[in-house]
């Protein structure tokens, strides 16, 4: 039985989460060629260097927040459901979340659009960071809200499925799947209060001319404090994915059940308290607490390189299953010629060279020499743009037949896919932190002055251009067969074929009986949670509103 | 909890990184000297620059080898940098001072360690010392509205003996 045939509605949620999610990753992706050709100025022709803004207004709107948290809550209404063993409680509900989140984006993404049709009135060139005291149109923030919102409500929707069936199962273990989603949502409540205070009591009051002014440096904060989070809200979904698909993919099992709880329960506990990693550059914000933020933000490698050992170790398990021998000959017997598989082991690979590249952004006085350039957008086009985004896609093509019922079609699309992102992304990507080396800033539509030259420290800066170009032209061509393939087999399949993928998870090596019960103590791990922060933000925070919450302000300047 | 031996060895390994990688932030800001910008620079109102240092911004000479920028960052030009070049002798210590008349601006100096956020209300502080005499390009990387990527200005260190006052 397929996962469609035991859920059918659940399978819809999914379906329809993840359809909203690769239209955004098309739409977002096609903006992004477009910027890579733009800003190297290989190619102008597609919009004007003003307009430039609102496509890459456009470009980290749809990809960062619409595809990554459409895709979470698709993988994540399948997890929960499959784990548990039981549909969401009520369809009615979860129409509920899913419909408030498509409003909020689609009012969100359309007014960025207007930006590049004169006649429409509104406009959001703000970026997806949207700094004060430049202002969108407030249609862009209530739209943010509702989006918002819905993901809170989808939590909610998760919680409930899992407190019904705590009550038909007292004192067993939480399924590792919905301890994962629970422990995600609770760190995503936590962090995300941060945009939802900046954005209804200051900018949307702002914006509609409520309250005269803002404090730009208050409200950033406030950002800041969910806009570190927020990228572990990409990652989270990734590292389920990783933690509880792949080994299955590679042929074998997970390696330890208790050693992914620790890790989800470490992100919880350190993803918020290191905002200020952020605004190391930042004026206004004593050297103290952007030290304290830097020291958490080094321990949060912690739970990452954790992940690096379970999820090697897990497929090098798979590979001795299959047959594989000797001290790496092993890796040869893994199955790179599955779309699922590869896809996410290039992503998991890829993300460790974002890992080092993020360490030199956590560095503090190191950041110095790369904060705003090229090198940020570098490091996280291989994070969120390969290790979610890959692996999001490569769950795809394991997920799209279980919730249509539709064999894989064009398989041999599917099957060259992820080499040809992974080409696309290392072009792209190495090219981008060498510029961002030499300071070539990020954000802009034309990185050439006549009064700055830019210093190459390995390469020079034309062939910088041309690989960043390139790249990213390979990049939207491996979106354009992903899209074929998942759209394909969505809607090219009878709906009756044999399936050659299932939704059952191998037990674990390790499982949770190995693990202490302390560790599904939700409660007490929020509640630490919520002590770093207020240790982390709490001071920082009373300095910036004891001037006045408003002061310094800034009157709105609209784009 | 069981805990594998490699895991065990690998989670060691990883901690002392992590305690290096701390080490050697530590290393920077003790050692090397090297401090972050902060909230030395105070907070001014940006509606009116005009009755502030930054009404007549520009180099100041304050000690024999000390001087003070006062940078304005607005839509889309540094003042001074943009229409003419921030002028300072070689052999200083120059200390910035930069905030912005309206939104956020980034204040870098390419092939420098300046690289500062320049946000309305706040007044980024930062002192570098200038040994040699060359010419730098200014960017503005932060993105400030439709005319960002005109955004750039130029600072100009010149030989000791042939200064003769700044922008």
Same mark, same amino acid.
């Given at each position: ?46 919009? &004007? ?221 350190? &993803? ?10 930042? %004026? ?57 598989? #590869? ?9 460790? #060279? ?86 070539? $800033? ?26 960043? #170009? ?27 074929? &044999? ?6 998870? %191998? ?44 002061? $310094?302000?800034?009157? %709105?300047?609209?784009? | ?167």
């Amino acid at each position: 039985m397929a996962y469609v045939d035991d859920f059918p509605t659940d399978a819809r949620i999914v379906r329809w989460n993840m359809a909203v999610a690769f239209l955004a990753l098309g739409i977002g992706g096609l903006f992004g060629m477009i910027q890579a050709l733009h800003r190297t100025g290989i190619f102008r022709g597609f919009v &004007s260097s003003a307009d430039y803004y609102t496509v890459l207004t456009g470009h980290g709107v749809l990809l960062a927040l619409v595809f990554t948290i459409f895709a979470l809550c698709g993988v994540f209404t399948w997890g929960v459901t499959r784990s548990l063993d039981r549909p969401l409680p009520s369809p009615r509900f979860t129409m509920g979340w899913f419909v408030l989140m498509l409003v909020g984006a689609a009012m969100a993404a359309v007014t960025i659009i207007g930006g590049l049709v004169p006649s429409m009135p509104f406009k959001a060139d703000v970026l997806y960071t949207f700094y004060a005291p430049m202002q969108a149109h407030p249609a862009f923030y209530i739209g943010l809200v509702l989006f918002i919102v819905g993901t809170w409500l989808a939590g909610v929707d998760w919680f409930r499925a899992y407190w019904q069936w705590r009550g038909d199962n007292p004192g067993e273990r939480i399924p590792l799947q919905t301890f994962m989603v629970l422990v995600t949502m609770l760190m995503w409540y936590i962090s995300s209060a941060g945009v939802a205070v900046e954005v209804l009591f200051f900018l949307l009051p702002w914006s509609l001319g409520l309250i005269e002014s803002v404090d730009p440096l208050l409200t950033r904060t406030l950002f800041w404090y969910f806009g570190h989070p927020v990228v572990y809200f990409w990652l989270m979904p990734a590292y389920f994915i990783w933690y509880t698909i792949l080994p299955k993919l590679s042929g074998g099992r997970l390696f330890s059940d208790p050693l992914a709880r620790v890790v989800f329960v470490l992100f919880l506990l350190l &993803s918020t308290p290191v905002g200020f990693h952020h605004q190391y550059v930042d %004026p206004g914000i004593p050297e103290g607490f952007k030290f304290i933020a830097m020291t958490n933000t080094m321990f949060l490698l912690l739970p990452s390189f954790l992940t690096a050992f379970t999820v090697v170790a897990s497929m090098e398990h798979g590979a001795r299953q299959r047959g594989g021998e000797g001290r790496l000959n092993w890796l040869r017997k893994l199955p790179w010629d599955e779309p699922a598989f #590869a896809g996410c082991a290039l992503a998991g690979l890829m993300f460790a #060279a974002g890992g080092f590249s993020g360490m030199i952004n956590a560095g503090m006085n190191i950041n110095y020499l790369i904060h705003n350039t090229l090198w940020v957008p570098g490091h996280f086009h291989l994070t969120v743009g390969t290790a979610s985004a890959l692996t999001f896609m490569a769950a795809g093509y394991w997920l799209f037949p279980q919730i249509t019922g539709n064999r894989l079609r064009f398989r041999s699309l599917a099957t060259i896919q992820p080499y040809v992102w992974f080409i696309g992304m290392t072009l792209m990507s190495n090219a981008m932190h060498r510029a961002g080396l030499a300071g070539v $800033p990020r954000r802009t539509a034309e990185p050439q002055y006549d009064t700055v030259s830019f210093q190459g420290v390995v390469g020079g800066i034309s062939e910088m251009r041309l690989q960043i #170009a390139i790249g990213g032209t390979i990049l939207f061509l491996g979106l354009v067969l992903f899209l074929i393939v998942i759209f394909g087999t969505w809607l090219g399949g009878s709906g009756n074929d &044999s399936l050659r993928v299932n939704s059952s998870i %191998p037990a674990p090596l390790s499982g949770p009986e190995h693990s202490p019960k302390i560790l599904d103590n939700l409660k007490l791990w929020t509640a630490i949670a919520v002590v770093l922060i207020a240790l982390a933000y709490g001071l920082p925070l009373w300095a910036l509103v004891s001037d006045g919450l408003l002061a $310094p302000g800034s009157p %709105p300047i609209p784009v | 909890m069981e805990i594998h031996r490699y895991e065990k060895i690998w989670t060691a390994v990883a901690l002392l990184l992590i305690v290096g990688f701390i080490a050697t932030v530590t290393y920077g800001t003790v050692g090397a000297g090297v401090k972050m910008v902060d909230d030395s620079g105070g907070t001014v109102d940006a509606g009116s620059l005009g009755d502030t240092e930054f009404g007549d911004p520009g180099v100041t000479q304050v000690g024999e080898n000390q001087y003070e920028v006062h940078v304005v960052a607005r839509q889309f030009l540094f003042q001074p940098g943009t229409t003419s070049p921030i002028r300072v002798p070689a052999n200083s210590e120059v200390t910035f001072y930069v905030t912005s008349a309206d939104v956020v601006h980034g204040f870098e100096v390419a092939g420098t360690n300046i690289n500062v956020m320049v946000i309305p209300g706040q007044v980024a502080e930062i002192t570098v010392r200038f040994d040699d005499p060359g010419q730098y390009g200014i960017v503005c990387h932060e993105y400030c509205g439709a005319g960002h990527h005109t955004m750039a200005g130029q600072l100009v260190v010149v030989p000791e003996d042939e200064y003769e006052g700044g922008s």
